[in-house]
Every structure is written in C-alpha cells, then in structure tokens.
C-alpha cells in the first residue's frame, strides 16, 4: 500500500502540529491559550479538506466534536485539561452508543455494513437486509464487531483520560495522538481482516453444502 503525500500531510497536521503550536503559544499565551493553539492545525486541516473534497471523513469529525465538547465544557468552567481530550471524548461517546445499540435488534454496525455494501455493488443493500434476516451467524459476526469498536472506543478514550489529568501537558500533546490512531487502526485492521474471513467463509457456504 503506497503512502501518498495527503497522508503524510494529515499525519502532520495531526500528530506534530499541535505539540508545536503549544510549545511555541506557551511562552505568550500561557496554558491556557496554549491548548486553544493546540486545537487551531487540526481544525484548520478538517475546514480545508471540507472545502476541497466536499466530504467530512471519520477522523475529522471526531475531531471537530471533540474539540467542540472540551470548549463547551471549559466555557461552563471545566479544566483547562479537559481541552488535551478533545476527539476522545467524541470517540468514548461513539463507543458507548455502539455498546447501547447492542441492546437493539440491530446494532449500529449493521447500518455502517450496510452503507457500505450499498456503495459498493447496486442492490447491495437489500441483500445485506436478506442475510441479516436468515443468516444467524451474520449476526453474530456483526454484533461482535460492534462490541469491539465499543470497547476499543470507549478504552481508548479512558486511556487518554488518564493521561490527560496526570501527564504533563507536553508530554501528553506528542504522544496522545500516536494512541488514537494506534487504536484507530488496529481497530480498522482488524475489521478489514475479520470482513475479509467473513466474505470467504460465506464464499464456501453453499459449496459446502452440496456434498453428500
């Protein structure tokens, strides 16, 4: 898989960029204005992808929510610490909706595996809806899935919260970003690699079934 410079860029923006503008805004600013510079590079990176693409990805709306949920909370006079947050808070919440939904008939996965067969084959969604219906251990498959994102997402944003209070502030800004996305994609790699065994397990389905 070829690295393109979009994503080196966005590793930039994402991982060196707010420690930077923290150690430079300190001095001035203080620590409080600091953090609010720590926010600016990956705010700035999401409006501009916005307005060349016309398309929010995943990433940047947690980052955007996150922010926005550590601002609101420091305006009703939360810690400024609450601010070194910022996405993780939006990624505990979306866990915790994904562990909610497992209560459903069907689970927030499901709607996510259902765009995206949709996307990919027309019709694609109405036969996902057939399986789901007569294939029990879609949803299993699916259900397990859902657990996994719930607890990766809800751990990773405990982690980073203790981090958070008893880290110093700098330390937490240069390392904070490398456990997202290590727990983003280890996440994503395994649901590639989980999706990938499930299309060929269901490949093998009905030749199995014609043997005597």
Do not use: C
């Amino acid at each position: 898989m070829k690295i393109r410079s979009g994503q080196v860029i966005e590793l930039v923006v994402n991982l060196l960029l707010p420690w930077l503008a923290y150690r430079l805004a300190l001095p001035y600013w203080g620590e409080l204005g600091a953090l609010y510079a720590s926010a600016v590079p990956p705010i700035v990176w999401s409006l501009a992808e916005f307005a060349r693409t016309r398309r929010v990805d995943a990433l940047s709306v947690l980052v955007l929510l996150g922010i926005a949920l550590s601002i609101m909370l420091m305006a009703l006079g939360g810690s400024p610490r609450l601010l070194l947050m910022r996405e993780s808070m939006a990624s505990g919440a979306i866990g915790f909706v994904f562990l909610l939904s497992l209560a459903a008939r069907r689970p927030l996965t499901f709607y996510l595996a259902r765009a995206t067969v949709a996307r990919e084959s027309e019709g694609g969604a109405e036969r996902f809806e057939a399986l789901w219906d007569s294939r029990p251990a879609l949803r299993r498959s699916v259900r397990l899935m859902t657990l996994a994102w719930g607890l990766g997402l809800t751990g990773e944003n405990l982690l980073r919260a203790w981090l958070a209070w008893h880290w110093p502030i700098e330390r937490f800004l240069l390392v904070s970003p490398f456990i997202g996305y290590g727990i983003y994609g280890g996440l994503t790699v395994w649901t590639l690699i989980y999706r990938k065994r499930m299309k060929a397990r269901d490949a093998s389905a009905p030749a199995s079934t014609v043997q005597p």
